[in-house]
């Protein structure tokens, strides 16, 4: 069984403070997704990490894949409260069928 | 931007009735999935489908569970006799023969 542990599971910052959200696996994937959830709601892609050592920016958010395929983490610099919400890494096993092993998400608070 | 449309948002039913979840994928995508999410636990896959037949389906997924795509357009998953335990937020998702998914909204099953 496949496992993405996500730390930490719960996160409360202040305005304009940084963070790192950590996605660890002992497996490899091929590729490492990270989504965002707001309540009630499906997940929404932020993002798609595929090579390893990768590192994609999305404005002020900075997702970066592991040498060895199996670990990720997303920086989030001067956060906002717009970002509040549910963090969710997944990671992809090749093939066409493509199924993802999602990690239990980090909660993410921003204070104003 | 296209969208996986998910109905109905709620849905509460009696322990052992039958129950369709619908959905309508983006249309010119290729692969639909099934994932359920337990109140406070991980997105877990339920089925994967493609070229109209299941590619792959997870543990959970057991003879109580079927998809169909009846009419090319909608995906619908029906759980035969419901327990109580199947009641979850249920997401279609879809995605091209690309990396990135689409996931609806969500379904909201309370099984009473």
């Known amino acids: 069984t496949q496992l993405l542990e996500q730390s930490p599971q719960f996160l409360s910052i202040q305005e304009g403070e940084n963070l790192t959200v950590y996605c660890n696996s002992s497996?490899?994937?091929?590729?490492l997704q990270w989504y965002r959830q707001e309540p009630g709601e499906g997940p929404v892609l932020l993002v798609t990490v595929v090579t390893g050592g990768e590192v994609k920016k999305l404005k002020r958010l900075t997702f970066q894949f592991g040498d060895a395929r199996k670990d990720s983490s997303l920086h989030i610099t001067a956060a906002q409260p717009g970002d509040t919400g549910l963090y969710l890494c997944a990671g992809g096993r090749g093939g066409s069928n493509y199924k993802l092993t999602f990690g239990k998400g980090t909660l993410l608070t921003v204070n104003p | 931007e296209p969208e996986v449309t998910q109905t109905p948002s709620h849905q509460v039913t009696q322990m052992g009735q039958e129950v369709i979840l619908r959905c309508v994928p983006i249309?010119?995508?290729?692969?639909f999935y099934w994932y359920r999410q337990i109140l406070g636990q991980k997105v877990e896959f339920l089925v994967s489908f493609y070229n109209n037949e299941i590619s792959e389906k997870s543990e959970i997924f057991d003879d109580q569970f079927s998809v169909e795509r009846p009419d090319g357009s909608n995906f619908t998953l029906k759980i035969r006799s419901t327990k109580l335990e199947d009641s979850a937020m249920y997401f279609c998702?879809?995605?091209?023969?690309?990396?990135?998914?689409?996931f609806g909204s969500g379904t909201r099953l309370t099984v009473v």
């Open positions: 998702a879809s995605r091209q023969d690309n990396y990135g998914y689409t």
């Open positions: 249309s010119n995508h290729l692969y």
């Open positions: 497996s490899v994937f091929s590729s």
